[in-house]
């Protein structure tokens, strides 16, 4: 709940937590963050996620922890793959998939291997998409061609000690747009991370040097036909990553600098040829820098609640080295744009901010098994290169985007209450103890148990003569389910085996059917038979399968008429009633 997405084409798709979207989230692809090179955000950060690779997703509503970045007062967006660290043996998938609406067809390969203190994946794609139609039938403006490769290893050494380099490069060429101006005929990413991982004193720590390059082009008429000016805009992004954190199971402790440099210009021109022109600096090399600490710690109280104190301070500088670039022509530059709208004052070209976060957090365990928690955080968020920089000249003025250098940090704060129940469902669930909630016994793994039976239920041993009754009671069981009785006091009947129809006369042609016979039955015992047979003769032992008892029940023909009869007072028809009766 609270969690939407949403898209301007068939490249990528924008979040929405809690009605906040773009840099009000924090999305991250294997942990660091990628930022597109579109202004019209054509290439969100979920463009360059590679969908064949990811091992995991999370989404964090809100503030949840302070040492993923600031901001992010929406909630945060992880991204993950991992390293087969603890495969056995090498391991490679392939997958094709085709789909009818928009004639997508597409094909994956990863292999993965793993062997001593080694590990290495190798993903490989490509899709090619068309227009899809809506429900009028209308061909929707959203094909595309992608192709992508990831490669990625690891050695580890000495205690614990791990050593990752990743490599991808994700191409998009020929992405139509049905909510924009323009198509982007180029959409590419460069992305390399070296990671470590180890101990040190009794702390886990994690370090990473990350850069992420995005190439985009977009235009008006290469994709589509031209309608008035001819104009094209080349737009870079680069995004550099350092993080350090150290964690010993109560406190973690880090330090991240982040800097992401955008430029983009715009071209105009009479016809496609002659796309020369400077129009519009609509991002002046602006550049976005962070450098923060921050400190988290989770206490145990009694009985069985955890606290958890945080605090974050960031600093941020920004500049735009291109602000006074002119335009050709009658176009303003960048910091004419601002002065005319913003004043003097407001139109410079750098400055830096201060940003300070904090979280309060509070969880108990009920007696049921929830957990009831709540908490209190503050969260900064500067603008990014295009709120504050963003100068794109249009004719009328109506048509221009512009940014404003003198915006001042958003901040948020968030009062949070949530309860959270863990429940067995579908074909396993996962159980821990209420012990892992605090101090006291150590907690339990995860262990995939059978639906409807308790965890905390040992195993027993069957003898057997245990075992000659229990599969006497199944054939009893099932031979008892055959029995049928017209109505209350006569003799049960054998039906034979195969599907009846009811014999309601007004529900006859409805297709009321009930399955009777010794097939199903009759098979489940024998399954019986077998199961609690082979365990007697191995020594092994066996968990009894619990199963809810069924009751006795109604065919639905049997539900009174609601019609002439009633209204007249007369007694409801009498039907066919199927009943359960106990084993003889």
């Known amino acids: 709940p609270g969690v939407q997405l949403a898209r301007m084409g068939g490249h990528g798709l924008e979040p929405v937590i809690r009605g906040q979207s773009q840099t009000q989230l924090r999305v991250l692809i294997d942990g660091v963050e990628v930022h597109g ?39 945060t967006l992880s991204i993950e793959s991992s390293l087969p660290w603890l495969a056995t043996q090498a391991r490679q998938h392939l997958q094709a998939a085709w789909r009818e609406n928009g004639a997508t067809r597409g094909a994956g390969l990863d292999a993965q291997s793993a062997g001593g203190d080694n590990a290495f994946r190798a993903t490989l794609g490509w899709q090619d998409a068309g227009n899809y139609r809506d429900g009028a039938g209308e061909a929707v403006r959203s094909a595309s061609r992608q192709r992508e490769a990831d490669l990625r290893g690891g050695i580890g050494f000495g205690e614990g000690q791990r050593i990752e380099l990743l490599v991808k490069r994700k191409q998009a060429r020929d992405v139509l747009f049905a909510g924009a101006g323009m198509d982007a005929p180029i959409d590419d990413l460069d992305s390399l991370q070296l990671r470590h991982t180890g101990q040190l004193g009794g702390w886990t720590v994690e370090s990473r040097v990350a850069r992420a390059s995005v190439d985009h082009l977009m235009n008006n008429y290469a994709l589509r036909p031209l309608a008035g000016m001819a104009m094209r805009v080349p737009a870079t992004s680069d995004t550099d990553t350092l993080q350090f954190d150290a964690r010993d199971g109560v406190w973690s ?18 016809n496609p040829s002659q796309v020369t022109q400077l129009n519009s600096v609509m991002w002046p090399d602006a550049q976005v820098r962070r450098a923060g600490l921050h400190a988290e710690g989770q206490f145990a109280l009694e009985p069985g609640a955890t606290l958890g104190l945080g605090l974050r301070l960031d600093r941020h500088d920004w500049r735009a080295a291109l602000a ?26 750098r400055g830096d901010d201060l940003g300070v976060g904090a979280l309060l957090r509070y969880a108990w365990p009920l007696a049921s098994g929830a957990v009831l928690s709540t908490s209190l955080s503050r969260s900064v968020r500067v603008a990014d290169a295009s709120e504050r920089f963003l100068a794109a000249n249009g004719s009328p003025a109506d048509r221009r985007w512009v940014g404003n250098p003198g915006l001042k940090p958003e901040v948020q704060h968030q009062l949070d209450i949530g309860w959270q129940q863990t429940t067995a469902s579908g074909r396993g669930a996962a159980v821990r103890r209420r012990g892992a909630l605090g101090p006291g016994p150590e907690p339990q793994p995860f262990r995939r148990v059978h639906p409807g039976v ?41 039906r034979p085996s195969g599907p009846r129809r009811c014999q309601h006369p007004h529900r006859q042609r409805a297709g009321c059917r009930r399955q009777s016979g010794l097939g199903g039955a009759g098979s489940a015992a024998q399954l019986a038979v077998r199961r ?21 029940r ?18 409801p028809r009498r039907g066919v009633e199927r009943r359960l009766l106990s084993p003889a």
């Open 37 to 75: 090179a579109c202004p019209n955000r054509m290439d969100p950060p979920t463009a360059f996620a590679s969908a064949g690779q990811i091992d995991r997703m999370v989404v964090s509503r809100g503030v949840q922890t302070l040492t993923t970045g600031p901001g992010a007062g929406g909630g």
């Open 253 to 270: 402790l880090g330090f991240a600098w982040n800097r992401n440099q955008r430029e983009a210009l715009r071209f105009a021109g009479p």
């Open 324 to 349: 006074d670039l002119q335009p050709t022509g009658m176009s303003l530059s960048p910091r004419a744009l601002w002065t005319r709208y913003y004043g003097a004052e407001a139109a410079r070209s």
């Open 454 to 494: 308790d965890p905390r239920r040992q195993p027993q041993r069957w003898s057997a003569a245990a075992v000659d009754r229990a599969a006497e009671r199944a054939a009893r069981l099932a031979l008892g389910r055959q029995r049928v009785d017209r109505h209350a006091g006569a003799p049960a009947l054998r």
């Open 532 to 552: 609690a047979s082979a365990a007697a003769a191995s020594g092994q032992r066996l968990r009894p399968r619990l199963r809810r008892t069924r009751q006795p």
């Open 554 to 571: 109604q065919c639905r023909s049997l539900q009174p008429r609601r019609g002439a009869d009633q209204r007249a007072g007369s007694q």
